[in-house]
T-cell receptor, first 117, second 110 residues
Framework: DAGVTQSPTHLIKTRGQHVTLRCSPISGHKSVSWYQQVLGQGPQFIFQYYEKEERGRGNFPDRFSARQFPNYSSELNVNALLLGDSALYLC????????????????FGPGTRLTVT | DQQVKQNSPSLSVQEGRISILNCDYTNSMFDYFLWYKKYPAEGPTFLISISSIKDKNEDGRFTVFLNKSAKHLSLHIVPSQPGDSAVYFCAAINAGKSTFGDGTTLTVKP
């Protein structure tokens, strides 16, 4: 079975631009979460979506937005890019139903490396 | 203010011995805890979890212990194998949000 896939793998953008990152969850997984990871730190939670609805939001500015499509794939959008947005963006999916402990047992993709210059 | 801390950035253990990875947290509202393992150039992989109503969960060579009064979580790997060499992250859940520690790099020497 295919794991979580993310595209693109690497991306270079200029400050002030907009970026869209894409994620396809494991088949059958209805929940998708997005994380930002900078070097030497753990992943920081950005969003969680379940059945196309936002179920959790981390402490990120409104420049960050996301959505989940009917096929459970997801996009993360970042507007007005700042140098500090340079990071590895991880997508994770989960097979657990909302309200169950397995909802939080996540399977991560390899990430998209975003560099803002 | 970091709510989940892994105070040891690295740990080196001999093959066959026990590896103990530690994690401390400050938010008493966390109700679920997880450990993930990460190899280079890959995303983290779910390893084992524990609910706040339990104090121990075991899965093969991996055991997670939770001490709520001390707000302390630990992962025991017995026996350690060279393939266990990776970065280990602990994570805690509250109100639908996941908070990760910064990771501990485990090296298991043959």
């Amino acid at each position: 079975d295919a794991g979580v896939t993310q595209s693109p793998t690497h991306l270079i953008k200029t400050r002030g631009q907009h970026v869209t990152l894409r994620c396809s969850p494991i088949s059958g997984h209805k929940s998708v979460s997005w994380y930002q990871q900078v070097l030497g730190q753990g992943p920081q939670f950005i969003f969680q979506y379940y059945e196309k609805e936002e179920r959790g939001r981390g402490n990120f500015p409104d420049r960050f937005s996301a959505r989940q499509f009917p096929n459970y794939s997801s996009e993360l959008n970042v507007n007005a890019l700042l140098l500090g947005d340079s990071a590895l963006y991880l997508c994770a999916s989960s097979s657990g139903e909302l309200g169950t402990s397995r909802f939080y047992e996540q399977y991560f993709g390899p990430g998209t490396r975003l560099t803002v210059t | 203010d970091q709510q989940v801390k892994q105070n040891s950035p690295s740990l080196s253990v001999q093959e066959g011995r026990i590896s103990i990875l530690n994690c401390d947290y400050t938010n008493s509202m966390f109700d679920y805890f997880l450990w993930y393992k990460k190899y280079p150039a890959e995303g983290p992989t779910f390893l084992i979890s524990i609910s706040s109503i339990k104090d121990k969960n075991e899965d093969g060579r991996f055991t997670v212990f939770l001490n709520k009064s001390a707000k302390h979580l630990s992962l025991h790997i017995v026996p350690s194998q060279p393939g266990d060499s990776a970065v280990y992250f602990c994570a805690a859940i509250n109100a639908g949000k996941s908070t990760f520690g910064d990771g501990t790099t485990l090296t298991v020497k043959p």
